[in-house]
């Protein structure tokens, strides 16, 4: 596919990631919100995905030297490694 | 033994940018003082806590209301230096292709943070241990008075590192690197977040915070690291025959 | 596997967007919200009831909408480099235009949202999970700001010079603004 077209790809999928969010997020209704475990890792994924690529797509990582994708990929696996270790611990 | 002759100057004074060498010396020189003053002396780094008793407040000072005296009389010596420091970076910025304004605008922000940055809680902290028999709320306030100032203020040191960005930004001289530039940025993002303290006793936005104070330190510490080996290498690179702007 | 248009970025060669300079910007950027991230689930650990019960009174809806718009904003940018190297420059102008447009669009947003909560009394100070609402959004709002004054040398760039750097620069810098907001939606609107 062309670069333009993959970025339109990339986008839409991230629009989409986003939508399902809607659904996955407390209920706005008069029901008690509970914490719920898997949803939140679930959400922490969907984030890391979308974290993701907009890094490599976007930011044009996939293309870069071998230290900024490390860089890069450190960065997420150190930042929501600790999110979701501070939340499930 | 060789007897040097009358008139002639010392080898040591003709070396290539001395007057800068000398000025760039009293930066580090100038750091380990502040370590010395403000964390051994006088304990405001890191800065006791907001959220403590009047009894503890009027204890803190009856401890340690020798050494708060004499660090901050110390200061009163020490803290011109930053002004030499502050000269010395205005000066490479006039070396820079922009107009002196930013030069003269860095070290007018620099004057007006440092008062309530360091002379301020200086004489807050001062005036409480010269009689730590004052009425306890005097204390308080006089406590208060000084962390605020010493935390809060750094929102004043935006304007300086506006004016570096935007100078090395400009600048085609590559006087200073651009990353300089953008961790000037940092500094100010984490200047902004040390205004909260005004708003926060407790937590990671009081004035001994994890956000307000101990994030933004770290990453002063990192932005002074580099600007002292930056400017070792801009004086080295100088030519001493370059003509600067007035 | 790549294929990219003739005229765009080479996939067999490896090639760094915008700057080292930038990226020891963005690189540093991630590590100082990191710590706020990371701070903030701290905090959040010691108050899980407060937090999700405060959550509630944010507005989902706003969330989404501005991410949405960032993300669209992402697109535009990204769309102008790439028309940028082109050679396509008015193009690429006009689509940094939008994506600036977007960025106004978010703060704009923003600010209904902040004044809505501040009306409900949620304010700074109300409790520990609005503490750090205002001041995530906050501080990024500020990186907004800022993104808007990369694209605006983008644009002038566009018009005069052309020089393709500044334009990756600007666009380097707004993907990773539009990035942290998608980690702050996703701990502050979502999570649970």
Known sequence: ?89 | MTVAQAGTASAWTQKPNIDQWIAWWTIPVFYNIFGLIFVVLTRVMPPPRPDITQTQIVQFFVDHSLTIRIGFALLMFFIGFASVANGLIAQQMKRMSISPVFAYAYIGALVVGGLPGCLIPAFAFVAAALRPDRDPQIMVMLYDWCLLSFVGSLGCFCTQNMVLALAIFLDRNDVLPKWLAYMSIWMIVTELLASPVFVFRSGPLAWNGSISFYLGTVVFVVWEFCMIRLLYTAIKKQSPSEQIQD | MTTTSATSAPSATRHLPATKDLWVFVLGDFVIFGSYFVIFMVSRRQERDLFIESQRHLSLNIGVVNTLVLLASSWFVARAVQLTRDGEFDRARKLTVGGGLCGLVFIVIKAYEWSAKIAQGHTFPSNNFFMYYYMLTGVHLFHVAIGLVFLGVSYVELRNRRRIAPVETGATYWHMVDLLWVVIFALLYVMR
């Open chain 1, 1 to 89: 596919m062309t670069a333009a077209a993959r970025t339109t790809a990339v986008w839409a999928a991230l629009s989409a990631i986003t939508v399902v969010s809607w659904f996955l997020a407390p209920a706005r209704h008069a029901e008690p919100v509970v914490a719920s475990t898997p949803i939140t890792v679930g959400v922490l994924v969907l984030a890391l995905i979308k974290s993701r690529l907009i890094i490599q797509e976007f930011m044009e990582v996939r293309t870069a030297p071998l230290w900024l994708k490390l860089a890069t990929e450190g960065w997420l696996v150190v930042l929501f490694g600790a999110i979701v270790v501070s939340y499930v611990w």
